[in-house]
T-cell receptor
Framework: DVKVTQSSRYLVKRTGEKVFLECVQD?????MFWYRQDPGLGLRLIYF???????EKGDIPEGYSVSREKKERFSLILESASTNQTSMYLC???????????FGNGTRLTVT | AQTVTQSQPEMSVQEAETVTLSCTYD???????LFWYKQPPSRQMILVIR??????QNATENRFSVNFQKAAKSFSLKISDSQLGDAAMYFC?????????????FGKGTRLSVIA
């Protein structure tokens, strides 16, 4: 079974802190994604990566950056956390464009 | 840009009954894929069913089936013989088929409650 692991299930950070959300997949997937999930807004794409060291902006990249130094790991970085970044963050991966998307269990981030 | 609309924020169904969740999408493309994902309280998103736009036959997966109306750009999910374990958020999603590594576009979701 494919496993997509997000390092934290719950996270509480203070405004202005630099926050790292980590995602690791164990199936050599090419593509990895970070979504943000908010009630009434569904899933919105923040960033995605086709391959190592490649990244593309999604629909709401402002305030975020990403890093993909190794194929299995895709990190989401909040350079200076703000309260409006309080949300559920979902990581996903897939082999290629034509294969199913596999999700992690999500990280619920609270910024106070 | 493609958009996916789920017009029912919440739905409920009696156990063993049938329920249909609605989804419409907007696209100018002819080649694309549509998906329904389920997110139970555990938060793990699970693929329920997938439909290729070029296929006229509606996809089915056990108790789950879709009604794909390409001209109307409609992609509804029917759950038959509803079970308590079907209670979850359901997301409809779209992916372009005309270019390579395109991400999925999701709707806002429908929360389904199953009443015992």
């Amino acid at each position: 079974d494919v496993k997509v692991t997000q390092s934290s299930r719950y996270l509480v950070k203070r405004t202005g802190e630099k926050v790292f959300l980590e995602c690791v997949q164990d199936m050599d997937h090419e593509n990895m994604f970070w979504y943000r999930q908010d009630p009434g807004l569904g899933l919105r794409l923040i960033y995605f990566s086709y391959d190592v060291k490649m990244k593309e902006k999604g629909d709401i990249p402002e305030g975020y950056s990403v890093s993909r130094e190794k194929k299995e790991r895709f990190s989401l970085i909040l350079e200076s956390a703000s309260t409006n970044q309080t949300s559920m963050y979902l990581c996903a991966s897939r082999t290629d464009y034509n294969s199913p998307l596999h999700f992690g269990n999500g990280t619920r981030l609270t910024v106070t | 840009a493609q958009t996916v609309t789920q017009s029912q924020p919440e739905m409920s169904v009696q156990e063993a009954e049938t329920v249909t969740l609605s989804c419409t999408y907007d696209t100018s493309e002819s080649d694309y894929y549509l998906f329904w994902y389920k997110q139970p309280p555990s938060r793990q998103m699970i693929l329920v069913i997938r439909q290729e736009a070029y296929k006229q036959q509606n996809a089915t997966e056990n108790r789950f089936s879709v009604n794909f109306q390409k001209a109307a750009k409609s992609f509804s999910l029917k759950i038959s013989d509803s079970q308590l374990g079907d209670a979850a958020m359901y997301f409809c999603a779209y992916r372009s088929g005309s270019s390579g590594n395109t991400p999925l576009v999701f709707g806002k979701g429908t929360r389904l409650s199953v009443i015992a």
